[in-house]
């Protein structure tokens, strides 16, 4: 096997302890879906605090919540009706508080949802912008008049279908709204806006979270104008994903205007003003398919998101050239002082095991917790859960009810956490929100935490790898081109560490020449000592860690 050039090095700018979000592993939780200790069949915040000590034994580093803020529940919780405060279905702001306080006793950094893009339209101050023409507060939504045949002011469309405008019958006005009708868009060029918002920011660092996980960044930037986004006549992609009708335009005029570069820089020197103490740190979701776009969500002088959430490998196809021509394109647009990142799955992706398959997915997280970056974990993909089959009765993503097909329900299902009626999750006489998949009672924590092979098992092994390993928490990553087919196969290596990845894309049985060192491969097995020829398993990917470890990566 030979070597080319590796890809930027770690090592360019140091990494220190302050630097959680670097050198940590990030562990997203659904609340709805996490820990329902009341027995209404939602998950909420005391059940989160419940099982943190799991999440701790798990080895991640870092919990981020989606939404848990008072909200009619429209998308369930994307539509906010108080920055402020927490849903009763999901708790009090005292609990809040406790599942700060046992987070950190625990060494576990928080994360929390923010999502400045939109409220719900039953928040009060939609309620006052609704009013009249000539309230306080018109300003901090986007309004506009019909067109000369009363059609909306332009065609730009909603994620989930259908026209981006709703007429409102009280001011003859349409607004804006890039989702739901019962989300409408904020104006984050109006100043009094934006000080609420950063108002909210403040309320949760003065509480303790240790940063923010920013929701569909790159649509608070709108032309001010309003000009009719261009045909797009390839449907090109937008996004990570197609997305139906959304992909008829190029979205030049409804998201990424420049001026969303300076709300970002505005919102990162709060986030540094709090971090004198506690070092504080904010992502971004940013699913665009134009690389570059995606990179300056990073700001020209450091001065943006920590990181863009990195979604390349969501919907990659399960294959080597694939995975490493993913992996160098967004290398490529990397500077020295950009930190990368990895995500496989999210509350918006369908299960890893069900799009790659059960082996693939046991790869595919050995793939995500070697890569160089920050890697992010959805709840359940470390037990390797599967999509659930929702009847079309039992459908709640919005999006799915209005695109039959788009719907997200199949991989928020609750968690598994063991045989019984409710697995874990719920009480035997509650009524999960989402149905339980059908194979809880036989996939679940209990059962595979007393099973060393296991994906869990495998899971915990490779987060304690990865802790251990200077070469895979800062190291640079080397494709070696020289491999058998069907194959990917990449050297992390540091100064002093190193160690080389194998990952088995096929049925068939390769024979690899691997260095002397311990091995941990994705079947189960660990601490085996390999050094020369092996053959491979099928779908079968390894972690060597060197025993003379060398700067040399070919």
Known sequence: MTSEQPTRDSSDEAVTADDWWKTGVVYQVYPRSFQDLNGDGIGDLPGITERLTYLAWLGVDVVWLSPFYPSPMKDFGYDVTDYCEVDPMFGTLDEFDALITEAHRLDLKVMVDFVPNHTSDLHPWFAESRADRTNDKRDWYIWSDAKADGAPPNNWLSVFGGPAWTLDDTTGQYYLHSFLPEQPDTNWFAPNLRKQMFGALGFWLERGVDGFRVDAAPFMGKDPELRDNPLNPDHTQVFQKPMADFDQFRHVYDIQHPVIHEYNREMRALLDSYSVTQPRAMIAEVTLNDRVAWASYYGINRDGYHMPLNFNLVSVHWSPESVRAKVEEMEACLTATHWPNYLMSSHDELRIAS????????????????????????????????????????????WGVRMPGYGRDPGRTPMQWDASVGAGFTRADATPWLPLHADHAVHNVEMQSDDECSMLSLTRRLLAVRRSSEALVRGAITFLDDVPHGCLVYVRHTDESRCVVVINFTADCPEVILPGGAVVSSTGETHLTVSGPFNMRAYEALVVLEADAGTDPS
Request: hydrophobic content about 45%; cysteine-free.
């Open 355 to 398: 799009r790659f398959g059960v082996a693939q997915a046991r790869a595919s997280m050995l793939l995500l917790l070697t890569l160089r970056g920050t890697p992010t974990l959805y709840y359940g993909d470390e037990i390797g859960m599967l999509n659930a089959t929702i009847a079309p009765d039992q459908v709640r993503d919005p």
